[in-house]
């Protein structure tokens, strides 16, 4: 299933409400799986300023396994040092990018660049974008949704049909309370955030590498590049003797001199000057029936480490595959079951998390604020101490209940020599193929061509007689021809098997998924996560998951299947 148009009777398989940053990966998610795909949008035009502008870690690499990562840091800054200053005083600079992915880097951009990107994307992958439509009404059967919408206030309804709904319309979302899925969101008294898009003159650097944070008084501040040479500072602070109101230039840029210490700094030709208040919260649930929740219509998220987005874009990718397996017949149901439960209690975990660093943000007091200006003297790295780098970069987002989770891995080595589980993100390595310098990374991202591809990491464990337990796992997956296997080997060659092989005499993929000296088997889903383990020489367990999983299937050819996509 390749295909731009959808089947008869539908006017695509999925239609996805929202054009913004989320709303397009979904879609161009979708078409790169070859799902026909429309995207249903009320705004006429791109946004004209930028919101959200970062890209983090975690979900460049999942937007590299879409193949939009590349495009997307064309047009962005990457960063790779955080500096922070408590009451004045400077703490060691934090790098950024010393986290373990191929994307360390954090790309800083635009909405608006990134929206354009996304629409270009989508439209060459033979997506459709219908603008200037409101949703009134979705209605849902077992066949398929039913979208009603409206083109300004009098227009007579129109009626689009697919198989799928993805309701991507950001926090003020019209499907979210069409399916009961509203929420009351929890509101902060007694603060304001302050921000503006200008260029800027101060006496530290202008080059877009680097960002900068601030705690002072009552008060959390930020500055950032935001792309095409200009600043976002923005003040998340007490609202005491503060205008409920957009603030002016001249305001902004009086407060940001006393936060930052610098009389000379100076804005000019200013974007985007705004106010906001703050609230939190996420749906109770991200699915009902055939229509899903991503990115913010499913939950409001707090401008606490740049997260919002971010959390929008694994939404995107999660449904996408699913869809994608459930509509070309290789997923049973619970693929497409597991998504409200990841993805929704990933959200709420963020949430509150979110919620705990506002508080300590912007409601220290003076004793908290006098606590850090003495551990700033004191403690030079306070400023990773208090911000955790790899949380900020969303490496540890993990699924530890998901109903795709199966571990067969236990006892004494596995205590020892504990790996990543089932749900986490599956490590990368170097390894050596075909003589060559390589890595994990390559070979577990559409896997051989398959788009939707799951790779089994088969680990001999530096055995020498493991070969034949782990041929019989190769052959165990055969009647799923989108399990791609892979053999790593730390001990002797393996003949027998036309499947890559990868050289790890050096241990460091047995190391890195904690299976020095121990045969096993690890399979891994097209997101990246772990979704079981289990011992080599037990490819019943694996076969009888897989059959769990995607269903009983006849054997096809890999070759044959591959080159269909």
């Given at each position: 299933m390749n295909r731009a148009a959808a089947t008869q009777g539908y006017d695509a398989d999925v239609i996805v409400v929202g054009a913004g940053p989320i709303g397009l990966t979904?879609?161009?998610?979708?078409?790169?799986?070859?799902?026909?795909?429309?995207?249903?949008?009320?705004?006429t035009n791109v946004k004209a300023y930028s919101r959200a502008n970062n890209l983090w870690a975690r979900p460049q690499?999942?937007?590299?396994?879409?193949?939009?990562?590349?495009?997307?840091a064309e047009n962005a800054y990457a960063i790779d040092t955080i500096n922070f200053f408590v009451n004045g005083t400077p703490t060691t600079p934090i790098s950024i990018a010393d986290v373990a992915s191929p994307y360390p880097k954090v790309l800083y951009s635009g909405q608006d660049v990134i929206e354009r990107t996304l629409v270009a994307a989508f439209e060459a992958r033979g997506g459709?974008?219908?603008?200037?439509?409101?949703?009134?009404?979705?209605?849902?059967?077992?066949?398929?949704?039913?979208?009603?919408?409206?083109?300004?206030?009098?227009?007579?309804e129109e009626r689009r049909r697919c198989r799928y709904l993805v309701a991507a319309d950001g926090a003020k979302s019209t499907v979210r309370p069409m399916l009961g899925l509203d929420f009351e969101p929890e509101r902060f008294a007694g603060c304001m955030n302050r921000q503006v898009d200008a260029k800027l003159s101060w006496r530290r650097s202008r080059e877009p590498?680097?960002?900068?944070?601030?705690?002072?008084?009552?008060?959390?501040?930020?500055?950032?590049?935001?792309?095409?040479?200009?600043?976002r500072l923005f003040f998340l602070a007490d609202d005491s003797g503060v205008p409920d109101r957009d603030p002016t230039l001249d305001e902004i840029q009086a407060v940001a001199r006393e936060?930052?210490?610098?009389?000379?700094?100076?804005?000019?030709?200013?974007?985007?000057l705004t106010h906001s208040r703050f609230q939190y919260g996420v749906s109770p649930g991200y699915a009902r029936g055939r229509v899903f929740l991503a990115g913010d219509a499913g939950h409001l998220s707090l401008p606490i480490g740049g997260q919002g987005m971010n959390a929008g874009l694994h939404d995107a990718v999660e449904i996408a595959w699913r869809l994608a397996m459930t509509l070309r017949g290789?997923?049973?149901?619970v693929i497409l079951?597991?998504?409200?439960?990841?993805?929704?209690?990933?959200?709420?975990?963020l949430s509150a998390q979110q919620a705990r660093g506002f508080r300590w943000t912007v409601y220290r007091g003076s004793l908290t604020d006098t606590v850090l200006g003495l551990a700033a003297k004191a403690l030079p790295n306070l400023g990773s101490l208090l911000q955790g780098t790899d949380d900020m970069q969303q490496m540890g987002v993990a699924y530890p209940k998901s109903l795709l989770n199966e571990d067969r891995?236990?006892?004494?080595?596995?205590?020892?020599?504990p790996g990543p589980k089932p749900g986490e993100r599956a490590p990368d390595a170097a390894v050596m193929h075909r003589g060559e310098t390589a890595s994990l990374f390559p070979f577990l991202t559409n896997p051989d061509g398959h788009t939707t591809g799951w790779a089994l990491l088969c680990f001999d464990g530096r055995f020498a007689d493991a070969g034949a337990s782990l041929l019989a796992a190769v052959e165990a997956v055969a009647p799923w021809p989108w399990v791609r296997p892979r053999l790593v080997l730390a001990g002797p060659m393996v003949d027998g098997a036309d499947v890559p092989v990868l050289s790890d005499l050096d241990g460091r993929a047995h190391g890195a998924y904690g299976l020095e000296g121990r045969p096993a088997l690890v399979l891994v889903r097209p997101d990246g996560h772990i979704a079981f383990r289990g011992d080599a020489d037990r490819a019943d367990r694996l076969e009888s998951y897989c059959r769990k999983v995607f269903g009983a299937r006849a054997a096809g050819s890999r070759n044959g299947l591959a080159a269909a996509f």
């Amino acid at each position: 299933m390749n295909r731009a148009a959808a089947t008869q009777g539908y006017d695509a398989d999925v239609i996805v409400v929202g054009a913004g940053p989320i709303g397009l990966t979904t879609g161009n998610a979708l078409r790169h799986h070859g799902v026909s795909c429309l995207l249903l949008e009320e705004r006429t035009n791109v946004k004209a300023y930028s919101r959200a502008n970062n890209l983090w870690a975690r979900p460049q690499e999942l937007l590299a396994g879409i193949g939009l990562r590349d495009i997307l840091a064309e047009n962005a800054y990457a960063i790779d040092t955080i500096n922070f200053f408590v009451n004045g005083t400077p703490t060691t600079p934090i790098s950024i990018a010393d986290v373990a992915s191929p994307y360390p880097k954090v790309l800083y951009s635009g909405q608006d660049v990134i929206e354009r990107t996304l629409v270009a994307a989508f439209e060459a992958r033979g997506g459709r974008l219908d603008r200037g439509c409101t949703v009134i009404g979705v209605e849902q059967d077992d066949e398929g949704v039913t979208v009603v919408l409206r083109r300004g206030e009098d227009g007579p309804e129109e009626r689009r049909r697919c198989r799928y709904l993805v309701a991507a319309d950001g926090a003020k979302s019209t499907v979210r309370p069409m399916l009961g899925l509203d929420f009351e969101p929890e509101r902060f008294a007694g603060c304001m955030n302050r921000q503006v898009d200008a260029k800027l003159s101060w006496r530290r650097s202008r080059e877009p590498d680097q960002l900068w944070f601030f705690y002072y008084e009552r008060g959390f501040a930020g500055i950032l590049p935001v792309w095409g040479g200009y600043h976002r500072l923005f003040f998340l602070a007490d609202d005491s003797g503060v205008p409920d109101r957009d603030p002016t230039l001249d305001e902004i840029q009086a407060v940001a001199r006393e936060v930052t210490g610098d009389e000379t700094l100076t804005l000019s030709d200013p974007q985007w000057l705004t106010h906001s208040r703050f609230q939190y919260g996420v749906s109770p649930g991200y699915a009902r029936g055939r229509v899903f929740l991503a990115g913010d219509a499913g939950h409001l998220s707090l401008p606490i480490g740049g997260q919002g987005m971010n959390a929008g874009l694994h939404d995107a990718v999660e449904i996408a595959w699913r869809l994608a397996m459930t509509l070309r017949g290789e997923a049973a149901p619970v693929i497409l079951d597991s998504y409200d439960g990841e993805r929704g209690g990933e959200h709420a975990r963020l949430s509150a998390q979110q919620a705990r660093g506002f508080r300590w943000t912007v409601y220290r007091g003076s004793l908290t604020d006098t606590v850090l200006g003495l551990a700033a003297k004191a403690l030079p790295n306070l400023g990773s101490l208090l911000q955790g780098t790899d949380d900020m970069q969303q490496m540890g987002v993990a699924y530890p209940k998901s109903l795709l989770n199966e571990d067969r891995l236990s006892g004494l080595a596995e205590v020892l020599r504990p790996g990543p589980k089932p749900g986490e993100r599956a490590p990368d390595a170097a390894v050596m193929h075909r003589g060559e310098t390589a890595s994990l990374f390559p070979f577990l991202t559409n896997p051989d061509g398959h788009t939707t591809g799951w790779a089994l990491l088969c680990f001999d464990g530096r055995f020498a007689d493991a070969g034949a337990s782990l041929l019989a796992a190769v052959e165990a997956v055969a009647p799923w021809p989108w399990v791609r296997p892979r053999l790593v080997l730390a001990g002797p060659m393996v003949d027998g098997a036309d499947v890559p092989v990868l050289s790890d005499l050096d241990g460091r993929a047995h190391g890195a998924y904690g299976l020095e000296g121990r045969p096993a088997l690890v399979l891994v889903r097209p997101d990246g996560h772990i979704a079981f383990r289990g011992d080599a020489d037990r490819a019943d367990r694996l076969e009888s998951y897989c059959r769990k999983v995607f269903g009983a299937r006849a054997a096809g050819s890999r070759n044959g299947l591959a080159a269909a996509f």
